[in-house]
């Protein structure tokens, strides 16, 4: 057998014998663990970033073309910087306005509508435009009855 | 070090104008509990020479003729607001330390970049994300950085580091009178003005054997501060007059209800404590909850809840029952929380509450509370623990003028027009 035999002390100066503490873990990995998933959390889906992100409720039916009904819920998300083409909510007279951002010409900036029976507002560059935010969903629910009301609360 | 203060710019009326915009650039008013006196106004406001403590009814006739937009605390709303913004700036800069409702430090160590650019990009991102203006001081302490912060607000652009040379701090501290420094009361500035210390740059310059003796060690710490000496910690710090708050990291996280909840009693009998110390009574009682941000692992949650009392108290039971079923409508099992926080705001002057018909300090409470400040001066504050007690809902405060709860109500959000 081969081992180290001990030595003994003799002339030489004791030695600190260092002491590695060892982290054991205190259960067993489960076959399990690798096939955990969590439930679909809206949040997670709606809400990428909270602290930016803001609800509204729609009044009007200007957007109807890009799918945002009177009366939906718009998620919000102030944190996005806006480009041509994305839904935002924008300041206009001193009241929210939810519309299609779009580019005119070179530098020039519009505000459209997406229903026929609505204008287009066009802007005097990017320094007119004042964004809230971009809207990145909207939600519109069915329930005209009322019954989806939240249980056990 | 590095640290920064960020400081949000008349915090209640800004929050106000957040989903107003057509009171962009108007002056503003927000009114005390009970809708009784101005506690803040907007810029152009105080511009118009209303002051902070006027009276409402006192204030009518500026009012009418200037149109001022006038509002009731709307505590909710800036509680809501408050947390975005925190929440924000702990995930540009993850050391930082929430001082008040409205101010935070940033310690900006370890940031690539210089520190003015990397605090303009963040109130820039506050300001676009949130909606609330902010200034910001930069400096090697928190004293400094407070200092700086005022300066901030007087420039154009808002953010101001101090220094970098001694002599440019010391031109600053010349300016400032010493009541201004973080930390020396109005008592305390008033004796140091009777020898001779009226600056904070006089102050700075100070015997520290002197300093010691007169002002305590918290005042030396001050002055160390004042020297570019990094010397005071966050539990040191005395409640700003907005709001006490009273929190902390727990060392492992803490899953169990039942924990939470004596955290939470702990917390809000601390935070009384400071209450009482300072001769106030609260209406709000605000309960934070939150995991981990920085372990990926963990699954992430925050809430808050804000409970608004029936009537301003310093009641312990009463605070701690508000955020006791603050707690516990947040509470969800199965995260593992980093920390729970108590926020107690609303506050006003015990003695200047103006009398109310129905009003009458109940004696009994009083002499509970008093009871309870002697067993926990003498024996520590766990001789005791506050066991649950009824909130009074006798009457409820007058607010006239409360806007929506925009951010934590589904009934009240805000309209975006399609048309």
């Known amino acids: 057998m081969n081992s180290t035999p001990c030595q003994p002390a003799g002339d030489q100066a004791p030695s600190a014998v260092p002491l590695f503490p060892l982290r054991v873990p205190a259960g067993f990995p489960s076959p399990a663990d690798d096939y955990a998933e969590e439930s679909l959390d809206f949040n997670r889906l709606l809400v990428a970033d909270p602290p930016v992100t803001v609800a509204m409720r729609v009044a009007g039916d200007s957007m109807i073309g890009a799918g945002i009904l009177d009366g939906d819920l718009i998620v919000v998300d102030r944190g996005l910087v806006a480009r041509p083409g994305d839904v935002v909510v924008a300041v206009l007279d001193g009241e929210f306005t939810v519309k299609r951002l779009k580019r005119i010409g070179h530098d020039g900036f519009a505000l459209a509508p997406e229903n026929p029976e609505y204008p287009e507002i066009p802007l005097d560059g990017a320094s007119e435009l004042t964004v809230l935010g971009v809207v990145v969903h909207a939600i519109h629910s069915f329930d005209s009855a009322g019954r989806a009301q939240p249980r056990n609360r | 070090m590095t640290v920064a203060l960020i400081d949000c710019n008349s915090f209640y009326a800004s929050c106000e104008r957040v989903f107003r915009p057509d009171l962009a650039g108007k002056p503003i008013v927000v009114l005390s509990n009970n809708d009784g006196c101005i506690v803040a106004q907007s810029r152009e406001a105080k511009n118009l020479g209303i002051p902070r403590g006027l009276p409402l009814f006192k204030a009518r006739e500026i009012i009418e003729k200037e149109d001022v937009a006038v509002f009731s605390s709307n505590y909710a709303l800036y509680a809501d607001l408050s947390r975005r913004i925190m929440d924000l700036l702990a995930s540009r800069v993850p050391r930082m330390e929430v001082y008040s409702i409205d101010e935070a430090f940033l310690i900006l160590d370890g940031h690539p970049g210089d520190p003015a650019g990397l605090c303009r990009m963040v109130r820039n991102d506050v300001f676009r994300g949130v909606g609330i203006p902010t200034s910001v001081g930069i400096g090697p302490t928190k004293v400094l950085a407070k200092i700086a912060a005022k300066q901030a607000k007087k420039r154009p652009d808002e ?261």
């Not at chain 2, 006089?202 to 160390?224: F, H, N, Q, S």
């Not at chain 2, 701690?320 to 002057?349: H, M, Q, T």
């Not at chain 2, 506050?386 to 003028?401: P, Q, T, Y």
Request: net charge positive.
């Open chain 2, 159 to 419: 953010v101001f580091a101090i220094g970098p040379s001694e002599s440019a701090v010391d031109e600053i501290l010349a300016g400032t009178p010493v009541k201004e420094v973080w930390g020396v009361s109005r008592g305390l500035a008033k004796r140091l003005a009777e020898r001779g210390v009226a600056t904070a740059l006089d102050l700075k310059g100070v015997d520290d054997a002197w300093a010691k003796k007169r002002i305590t060690m918290t005042g030396l710490r001050i002055v160390w501060e004042l020297r570019g000496i990094p010397s005071i910690d966050m539990e040191e710090i005395p409640p700003p007059k907005q709001g006490i708050m009273s929190s902390k990291s727990f060392g492992r996280p803490v899953t169990a209800l039942e924990d939470l909840r004596e955290a939470a009693a702990d917390y809000a009998m601390r935070a009384a404590e400071k209450l009482r110390n300072q001769n106030s009574i609260c209406s709000v009682v605000d309960v934070a909850l939150t995991t981990n941000y920085f372990r990926d692992s963990d699954r992430q949650y925050s809430a808050n809840r804000t409970v608004s009392l029936a009537r301003p108290t310093d009641y312990l039971p009463s605070l701690a029952e508000a955020a006791r079923s603050g707690l516990e409508a947040i509470y969800k099992p199965g995260y593992r929380y980093k920390k729970v926080s108590v926020y107690l705001s609303g506050i006003e002057d015990k003695n200047k509450r103006q009398g109310e018909l129905f009003d009458a300090p109940d004696p009994r409470k009083e002499a509970v509370s008093r009871a309870v400040d002697r067993i926990t001066a003498k024996y520590g504050r766990d001789a005791l623990h506050c066991r649950a007690a009824r909130l009074d809902a006798d009457w409820h405060m007058r607010r006239e003028f409360l806007s929506p709860l925009y951010t934590t109500r589904w009934s009240d959000l805000p309209v975006a027009h399609a048309r």
